[in-house]
């Protein structure tokens, strides 16, 4: 069996599953943030910046979208992630306020503690639900869709997807697209080895680098 032989993909179907998880976290993020808006006027913070009415009918919308609705206990995690990082930002600055009571220090010292601890296990717990958004992909490309959580843009996605393509369809060589997905990593800073993910073997590494790195670096 020839280990270098590239392995069928359904690009199409790829893309698909990608378009999907990058339009439910974009969801999740809007509820989210409409949820912190939202609470800042309630607490009469903001008020003159945003309507509460229109940020109510905005919730209300989003709501309405039955296709992503049911990702609404993912948007509440991620509410509460997002208040979690306010306030370890408050009492992190107070904490280390030198014009504060020792007292009044400690106390925020040991917030910032207990809110931390809180927001590493729902962090956790988040990124794991998350990746049921797509288990099939998950289960095809667990690195892949890490990088897709961790803020890497469709447009670089699907830009390797379409390398990966070309070279399912003999358009290029695998050094070929190698090239073209370093040369893109670099360019765009995307995350190492994003192309690796789709092939049959992963790039040799030398000293740290791959091979196909230094080659094409000593082009330029």
């Known amino acids: ?14 893309k698909q599953q990608v378009t999907h998880i990058y339009d439910v976290l974009e969801w999740i993020k809007a509820v989210a943030y409409n949820q912190k808006k939202i609470k800042k006027v309630e607490q009469g913070i903001d008020t003159d910046i945003y309507d509460i009415d229109v940020l109510q009918a905005k919730r209300q919308k989003l709501l309405d979208d039955t296709e992503l609705s049911e990702f609404l206990p993912l948007a509440e995690k991620k509410s509460r992630l997002i208040e979690l990082h306010d306030l370890m930002g408050v009492h992190s600055a107070i904490a280390f306020d030198q014009k504060k009571t020792d007292e009044v220090r400690l106390k925020s010292a040991h917030l910032m503690e207990d809110l931390n601890n809180e927001y590493k296990a729902l962090t956790a717990e988040y990124e794991k639900a998350v990746l049921e958004i797509e288990p099939e992909f998950r289960n095809q490309f667990e690195k892949l869709y890490q990088m897709i959580i961790d803020g890497t843009d469709i447009i670089t996605i699907k830009n390797a997807l379409n390398t990966f393509q070309r070279m399912q369809d003999g358009r290029i060589s695998m050094n070929q697209a ?3 997905g370093i040369d893109y990593e670099e360019a765009r800073g995307a995350p190492e080895g994003l192309l690796d993910c789709m092939l049959p073997c992963p790039r040799v590494k030398n000293g740290g680098k791959s091979k196909s790195k230094s080659k094409s670096r000593k082009k330029n």
């Open 178 to 180: 190698l090239n073209a």
């Open 1 to 14: 069996m020839n280990r270098n032989k590239i392995k069928t993909l359904d690009i199409s179907k790829i």
